[in-house]
């Protein structure tokens, strides 16, 4: 005869069951933690882009300082500041040259006797001079002459050509004398002579 002996204690009702929802419960454990997982992880590669960025900006301004600083150790070497002394020099220059229309008017009117009008005035600017083309009426040759003269004798003017002259009618008795000349107005000589 042969005995067997059973040891085991009989499963319960619900320990039978729990072998059955193990599975589908380690599914939805598997599936929940995908879910939490999945938004972490999205996060996680937003904080690595963005941390990316962050640094190669870092970097970009690390390199525009060190540029900025090799800049102004370049600006204040002995080259720079020769450049600048000498910029200011041409600045002051071209600044001694500029034409002041009010002070060129004063010196012309200076220059123009009472028996003489100025009726026509044209400039041309050139490198150091300006190019001044007068046509003037005057009642007789002398005032014309005088006109001339004090041109020619003038500081603020040089190099002085006439290269046209007429006569017109005035009236029954009279006639004006016409005359048009060149000369070269001098820009810095109002500034040079205190006027």
């Given at each position: 005869?042969?005995?067997?002996?059973n040891?085991?204690?009989?499963?319960?009702?619900?320990?039978?069951y729990?072998?059955h929802?193990?599975i589908?419960?380690?599914?939805?454990?598997?599936?929940?933690?995908?879910?939490?997982?999945?938004?972490?992880?999205?996060?996680?590669?937003?904080?690595?882009a963005?941390?990316?960025?962050?640094?190669?900006?870092?970097?970009?301004?690390n390199?525009?300082?060190?540029?900025?600083?090799?800049?102004?150790?370049?600006?204040?070497?002995?080259?720079?500041?020769?450049?600048?002394?000498?910029v200011?020099?041409?600045?002051?220059?071209?600044?001694?040259?500029?034409?002041?229309?009010?002070?060129?008017v004063?010196?012309?009117?200076?220059?123009?006797?009472?028996?003489?009008?100025?009726?026509?005035?044209?400039?041309?600017?050139?490198?150091?001079?300006?190019?001044?083309?007068?046509?003037?009426?005057?009642?007789?040759?002398?005032?014309?002459?005088?006109?001339?003269?004090?041109?020619?004798?003038?500081?603020?003017?040089k190099?002085?050509?006439?290269?046209?002259?007429?006569?017109?009618?005035?009236?029954?008795?009279?006639?004006?004398?016409?005359?048009?000349?060149?000369?070269?107005?001098?820009?810095?000589?109002?500034?040079?002579?205190?006027?």
């Amino acid at each position: 005869m042969k005995v067997t002996l059973n040891l085991a204690i009989p499963p319960r009702a619900s320990e039978r069951y729990a072998l059955h929802w193990a599975i589908p419960a380690t599914l939805l454990g598997i599936a929940g933690l995908y879910f939490l997982l999945t938004p972490t992880l999205r996060s996680y590669r937003e904080y690595r882009a963005v941390h990316a960025s962050v640094l190669a900006y870092q970097q970009r301004e690390n390199a525009l300082r060190a540029r900025e600083l090799d800049l102004r150790r370049q600006l204040e070497g002995p080259q720079s500041r020769l450049l600048l002394s000498n910029v200011q020099f041409v600045n002051q220059l071209i600044d001694q040259n500029r034409v002041s229309l009010t002070g060129l008017v004063h010196d012309i009117a200076e220059l123009i006797p009472d028996e003489v009008r100025l009726t026509g005035l044209a400039m041309s600017a050139g490198d150091q001079e300006l190019a001044i083309r007068f046509v003037i009426s005057g009642k007789s040759e002398e005032a014309i002459e005088s006109f001339l003269s004090n041109l020619e004798d003038s500081p603020h003017f040089k190099d002085v050509a006439i290269i046209n002259e007429g006569f017109q009618e005035a009236g029954a008795s009279s006639a004006l004398e016409n005359i048009a000349c060149t000369a070269h107005y001098l820009m810095g000589a109002s500034k040079e002579t205190g006027e």
